[in-house]
């Protein structure tokens, strides 16, 4: 890579190329397969690590929450516009987090879901719509916790599983259902 990174973000593009967001200030670059070189591309809005980032069905990337150069969960989401290159900010979450699961719905929405807000495992969950690039509330979790994982099955629901409630790892998991 061309910059130093550490809990960034990487996201394989519908082009084949991988962009890689964050960790390191408000730099990004592409990975390109077929030649193995990183190029830069568009400087994120806002400088970040330990967010998420998620491919949209446009072939867009959400990029979302995360740590902010203060040290501190942040709220702040863009998407990345491949064809351009470039950042651009949309609507803030309602709640600043970090290590949080992000999903894609089949509905072509992005759940959000706990995260640490500096001071504990959060519980609240909230949903991005692309043709908006607005966030609105849904359903909570049962139990606060972040660095879990959280896949969609076959179904549409969602497993969020594992993570760390409160500073110790965790064997909960539930389902979310759209």
């Known amino acids: ?22 960790g390191a200030g408000v730099s ?3 990975y390109d397969p ?9 400087d994120l809005v ?4 330990g967010g998420s980032s998620t491919l949209l069905p ?9 740590t902010g150069t203060r040290g501190g969960p942040i709220a702040s989401a863009e998407v990345y516009d491949p064809v ?23 509905n072509d929405k992005v759940l959000v ?6 001071i504990s495992g959060i519980t609240n969950a909230e949903l991005f719509d692309p ?3 607005h966030w609105s509330a849904t359903g909570s979790l049962l139990d606060a916790k972040w660095l879990a994982v959280g896949v969609r099955l076959t179904s549409g629901e969602v497993l969020i599983a594992g993570g760390s409630p409160y500073n110790a790892a965790t064997t909960s998991a539930e389902l979310y259902h759209q």
């Not at 193995?36 to 568009?42: E, K, P, Q, R, Y």
């Not at 446009?58 to 995360?66: H, P, S």
């Not at 879901?113 to 500096?118: K, Q, R, S, T, Y």
């Open 131 to 133: 043709a908006t690039g």
């Open 84 to 106: 351009t290159g470039k950042f651009t900010a949309v609507a803030n979450m309602a709640s600043t987090r970090s290590s949080f699961v992000a999903t894609l719905l089949p």
């Open 46 to 49: 806002v400088a970040r690590s």
């Open 34 to 42: 077929d030649t193995g070189l990183f190029t830069s591309t568009g």
């Open 113 to 118: 879901a706990g995260g640490f807000n500096l």
């Open 28 to 30: 990004a670059e592409l």
């Open 1 to 22: 890579m061309a910059q130093v990174r550490s809990a960034h973000t990487a996201t394989l593009l519908t082009n084949g190329k991988v962009l890689v967001s964050g």
């Open 58 to 66: 446009d072939g867009k990337v959400l990029i979302a929450g995360g």
